[in-house]
Structure formats: structure tokens, C-alpha cells
């Protein structure tokens, strides 16, 4: 594996691995996006650092407690992850969380205390879902409210307030089931083993396969229902929606492992797009 520690880099690779790079860069990504179309122009070098630290360290942070507070369970069906190979030492583990999580609400700070309270709760249902409520029939309440946080952040970032949050909730709603759910897929029978009882986990797994694709297909038809009566354009809009129906129509065809890097995106992309259309509230 490209992480072994055995092979030169392998250490600092297996560090890596920790911090669950690809959802990481993609929730940065697209945070970076929503701020840049809220502001209506690119933000400056400067802007854009102050961005990215944010957003990176506090996926990063999040993504190495996951695996802290996973570690019982991983041992008895992940023994590839880092910590359960001892290739990452637990106590450098939580360091490097915590370094991580300051170093993204400091850069939040550095914007505004606005943009700092919502980073704080993004940052908080993550650690929440770490720490519990991934086991647990309430395991895609956090995702949600991770998933409200991070266009308010965007748009607090561009100094603007985000408009239409009673339609951004629900969407928010839809397309954290679908993620929750095709990210929770592949992980189902090693969870019941462990005990988990997730939302996935209680679902099964076809009937998380066709909720996750449904959550998303809802989740497109949604935006372009309402994107005409709250002056959006609507041909964007759709665009974006073609995209998340496309990807969930692929949801039959995939792997169990597969779903989550196929829908992930789709979902960002329709995020985005609506999100870019908002009209000023």
C-alpha cells in the first residue's frame, strides 16, 4: 500500500491517510467555491490562504479524531488503517488534531468572529460525529449541520449574509443523508460487527444504496423547483442539477466502495451552483 511505512515517506504518508485527504480537499474545495461566488470575484492570495487554512486543517482535524474514536472498531476489521498498524503513534495522533483544529479557527479569526462562530460549529458536529453519534441512529445529524455551516462560513467569509436559509436547510438536509449514507455503505457489516447502530448500518445495505441516490436525485429536483420563484437562474441551477441526477442514476452500476467518490462530488458541484445564483437577500 502507498502508505507502508516501510517504504521511504511511508511515515509521513500514513500521517497523511490520517487526516482522510480526498473529503478533506474536496469540503475545502468547495467551501473556497461558495465564498468566491458569494463574493462575486476571486479572492486575493491573501483571501484565498486565509480560505484554505481554515477549511483543510479543520477537515484534517476531524478526519485524524475519527480514526482516534474508531480505533476500537477498526481493530477488529481495518487493520490497514494507521493507528490500528501503530504506524502513527495515538498520543501524536491527538497532537496533531488539536494543532490542526486551533490552526483552522485561528485562520478563521484572522476574517471575522462571524466567520470564526461558524467554523466553530462546523468544527464541533464533526467532532460530535467522532465521537458518538457515528454509532448511532442520529449519525447524520451532524453531517447536516456541518453541511448549513459551511455556506454560512463561505458567505460570512464575503461578507455576506446567506439568503434563503429556509430553503438551505432542507437541501442541506437531503444532501447530508445522501453522503452520509454512501460513505457509511462499504463500512455496513464491519460496523454491525462492531456494534454500531448507524443510520447505514440499520438501513442495510440496499436500502442505503437506493436512499443515498434518492436523497440526491430529491436533493437536485428541489433546487430547480424553487430556483424560479426565489429569482435564481434557472438554467444554472439546472445545470448543476444534471450533474447530481447523473450521479445518482450511476448508483445501481457502482461498487459499494465507489458510490461515496461518485456522489461526493456531484453533490459539490450542485452545491455550488445553486448556492453561486443566489439572489442578494
Not at 515517506?9 to 497523511?16: A, I, M, Q, V
Not at 480514526?67 to 495515538?90: I, M
Request: charged share 10%; proline share 7%.
Amino acid at each position: 500500500m502507498w502508505w507502508d511505512e516501510r517504504r521511504p515517506g511511508g511515515r509521513l504518508k500514513s500521517l497523511l491517510f490520517l487526516t482522510h485527504p480526498g473529503p478533506s480537499v474536496l469540503v475545502t474545495a468547495t467551501f473556497v467555491a461558495v465564498a468566491w461566488m458569494a463574493a462575486g470575484h476571486a479572492p486575493g492570495p491573501g483571501r484565498f490562504v486565509q480560505l484554505v487554512f481554515l477549511m483543510l486543517p479543520i477537515q484534517f482535524a476531524i478526519g485524524v479524531a475519527n480514526d482516534l474514536c474508531g480505533l476500537p472498531a477498526d481493530r477488529a476489521a481495518k487493520a490497514y488503517k494507521p493507528l490500528v498498524r501503530g504506524a502513527v503513534d495515538r498520543r501524536l495522533a491527538a497532537v496533531l488534531a488539536v494543532v490542526l483544529a486551533v490552526g483552522g479557527l485561528v485562520s478563521a479569526a484572522t476574517i471575522s468572529w462571524t466567520v470564526w462562530g461558524f467554523a466553530l460549529g462546523g468544527l464541533v458536529a464533526g467532532l460530535t460525529y467522532d465521537a458518538g453519534l457515528a454509532r448511532t441512529p442520529l449519525s447524520v445529524v451532524p453531517w447536516w449541520a456541518a453541511f448549513v455551516f459551511l455556506p454560512l462560513a463561505a458567505f460570512a467569509a464575503a461578507g455576506r449574509a446567506t439568503p434563503w436559509a429556509a430553503v438551505l436547510v432542507p437541501l442541506s438536509g437531503l444532501l447530508a443523508v445522501s453522503l452520509q449514507l454512501a460513505n457509511g455503505l462499504p463500512d455496513i457489516d464491519a460496523d454491525r460487527r462492531a456494534g454500531s447502530r448507524s443510520l447505514p448500518v440499520l438501513l442495510g445495505a440496499r436500502r442505503c444504496r437506493v436512499l443515498a441516490s434518492a436523497s440526491l436525485a430529491a436533493a437536485a429536483i428541489v433546487a430547480v423547483d424553487v430556483a424560479g420563484p426565489i429569482g435564481q437562474r434557472v438554467v444554472v441551477v439546472a445545470a448543476g442539477a444534471a450533474v447530481a441526477l447523473v450521479a445518482s442514476g450511476s448508483a445501481p452500476w457502482v461498487g459499494q466502495a465507489r458510490l461515496f467518490p461518485i456522489l461526493a462530488p456531484a453533490a459539490a458541484v450542485l452545491a455550488v451552483t445553486w448556492l453561486a445564483v443566489l439572489p442578494a437577500g
